[in-house]
């Protein structure tokens, strides 16, 4: 594996540190100012940030390049410092239009839409117009094992009916999220459990779809973004709206899931990164005991610690993205796995320190580690609960290790 990135990346870091440093921060304090009058809309200094972004090419940076014209061109091992750098900085994915859930969509109507589907709503979703949601997750069934869906999606004529619970999807809350993709069961009967499932495409303004409430995260709304409860009763759509076909559901679920993992992961480094250089400012500031912090031995033993482990989790973060461009996604499952089940438990504690040499401020809405935390905590559920992935790992290396 070569660590060394071209020229294009060498460009593309630079621009996106400065992109960061010179538009998006500066723009943090207004854009809590307008978020907090408006929970659920876009703040608008975050649209112009987007429009920005968009004027000097970097955007959409995070789809591989064997999508074409809908590209940077990147591979995944080539966009991996780029959304470190973003993860550092809670708005800054989203003006790259590089935010999830959008990105996991996005990747779905690009490697398994029609072109119908594709003009109306991929479009405008690189265009960074509309914001989507993905609703899978449901209240009544454990959801890491998406065959134990209920969500019915059942066939009437030229239409689909569904009926169902959901909950916890994220970005349903925001005003501009105006397309859903659904998974639910249209052939619940089938003995081959993998081929119940179908994922739709459902506007969220269809007759029938509720957006209930606002799931809290950890005592929080989170919003924009928001992770709504969504009931759908008798909700119609044309049998057009189905992606890719009856019984792929599971097939488009997993080919997605594998990006959005090691994106989250990617964007963990940089917080955890960010984190660990929030630890060293305050211990060099800070003076307890008579004696700059960093003077005691257990304030440098995190420090040290938290540079470890960042570092551990961004070699394999590579690695398992190195693995994705050579050798396809189904084939890196395993260093997916390792790294989803690393990263947020590595973040967590990074971040952990990084709170506790803060005192009561790093618990505080004055420093990103509150949010930052909260963050790496949700991800050890997201996308596949820690036991579903170390379960499955576990039985892969024993088929080829045993």
Request: with cysteine; aromatic share 6%.
């Amino acid at each position: 594996m070569n660590f060394e990135y071209s020229d294009k990346v060498k460009e593309l870091i630079v621009q996106v540190r400065d992109f960061i440093d010179n538009e998006v921060v500066p723009a943090e304090p207004t854009y809590e100012e307008q978020l907090a009058k408006n929970p659920w809309e876009t703040p608008p200094v975050l649209d112009q940030l987007k429009e920005k972004a968009k004027a000097k090419g970097l955007w959409n940076l995070f789809l591989p390049r064997e999508h074409g014209d809908f590209t940077a061109g990147l591979t995944n091992l080539e966009y991996a410092p780029l959304a470190e750098l973003m993860g550092r900085h809670h708005i800054a994915s989203e003006a790259f239009n590089c935010a999830a859930p959008d990105t996991g969509n996005m990747e779905v109507l690009a490697k398994y839409g029609n072109a119908q589907q594709q003009e109306q709503w991929l479009k405008p979703l690189l265009e960074g117009k509309i914001r989507s949601a993905f609703a899978m997750t449901e209240p009544e069934v454990a959801s890491s094992d998406a065959t134990n869906i209920e969500t019915s999606i059942t066939r009437d004529g030229d239409d689909y009916l569904i009926n169902g619970r959901k909950f916890y999807i994220s970005g349903a809350m925001r005003k501009s999220c105006e397309i859903m993709i659904v998974m639910g069961k249209t052939d619940p009967d089938n003995p081959n459990r993998h081929q119940q499932q179908s994922q739709i495409l459902v506007p969220t303004n269809t007759p029938g779809v509720t957006v209930k409430r606002a799931m809290q995260v950890l005592g929080s709304v989170d919003a924009p973004e928001g992770h709504a409860e969504v009931i759908f009763e008798n909700v119609r759509v044309p049998k057009e709206n189905m992606i890719l076909g009856e019984g792929r559901g599971f097939e488009i679920a997993q080919g997605r899931l594998g990006p959005g993992r090691i994106h989250h992961c990617m964007r963990l480094i940089g917080a955890s990164q960010r984190a660990l250089e929030l630890m060293c400012k305050r211990a060099n500031e800070r003076v307890v005991f008579g004696q700059p912090m960093i003077k005691h031995g257990s304030v440098r033993e995190d420090i040290a610690k938290s540079a470890c482990e960042i570092e551990q989790a961004r070699l394999l973060t590579l690695k398992a993205a190195d693995a994705m461009d050579r050798f396809g996604n189904k084939e890196a499952k395993d260093l997916i796995a390792m790294i989803k089940v690393i990263a947020p438990n590595m973040a967590l504690r990074v971040i952990d320190r990084a709170m506790q040499i803060h005192g009561a401020v790093g618990l505080s809405q004055d420093t990103p580690l509150a949010g930052f935390f909260a963050y790496a905590r949700t991800l050890r559920l997201a996308d596949g609960p820690d036991q579903v992935h170390m379960m499955q790992l576990g039985r892969n290396l024993a088929k080829q290790l045993g």
